[in-house]
Each structure stands twice: as structure tokens, then as C-alpha cells.
């Protein structure tokens, strides 16, 4: 069993709206925070948002007020809401629980 799987990305235009998906196993979901990061060409890693296991939620300030990270317990899933899209969140996606890394998903928006 793949212990992270991704799904959701996609071309967006600017402005426009995605949502992504990261089924997790019961143990990575219910034991660590679960995170969205992002990697776009010749750039860092980055952490996009977070959410602990009480929920408690942090985000980046460049996705304050766009992004919404959710999860659904029963699902060990966590979701990442992204709204008015800009060209500068084109990046691969990647969800993180403890050591595990998914597989990563690709978000281009374009202007």
C-alpha cells in the first residue's frame, strides 16, 4: 500500500480554483501533521499550509486567504483548497506525513 497518494491537479487559469487530494494510511493520517508542499522549477520546497493532529492549520503567507487545508478523518484524507489561482503557484504539489513524501501532482496556472 502506497502510504500518500495525490490527485487534483490540473491546468487552471488565473483566478480559477483546484482542489487537491492526499489519501493517507490510518497510521501516517492519525499520528503526524499532515502537510501540502510545493516545488516549482529551479526553486525550493516550499510548505504551503499545514494541519496538525488536533487541526489546528498554518499556511505560507503567500497562500494566506486563498488556500484552505481540510482534512476528512474518516477518509485519512487531506484536502488543500486552492482559490484565485495566480501564474505563481504553478509548482509541482507534494503531500507530507512524518517521513513520507506522495508522489507529487502538477498545478500549472496560466495568466
Known amino acids: 500500500q502506497v502510504p500518500l497518494v495525490e490527485s487534483g491537479g490540473g491546468l487552471v487559469q488565473a483566478g480559477g480554483s483546484l482542489r487537491l487530494s492526499c489519501a493517507a494510511s490510518?497510521?501516517?493520517?492519525?499520528?503526524?501533521?499532515m502537510g501540502w508542499y510545493r516545488q516549482a522549477p529551479g526553486k525550493q520546497r516550499e510548505l504551503v499550509a499545514s494541519i496538525t493532529t488536533r487541526g489546528i492549520t498554518n499556511y505560507s503567507d503567500s497562500v494566506k486567504g486563498r488556500f484552505t487545508i481540510s482534512r476528512d478523518i474518516a477518509k485519512n484524507t487531506v484536502y488543500l483548497q486552492m482559490n484565485s489561482l495566480k501564474p505563481e503557484d504553478t509548482a509541482v504539489y507534494y503531500c507530507n506525513g512524518g517521513v513520507r513524501w506522495g508522489q507529487g501532482t502538477q498545478v500549472i496556472v496560466s495568466s
Open positions: 490510518g497510521i501516517i493520517f492519525s499520528g503526524y501533521t
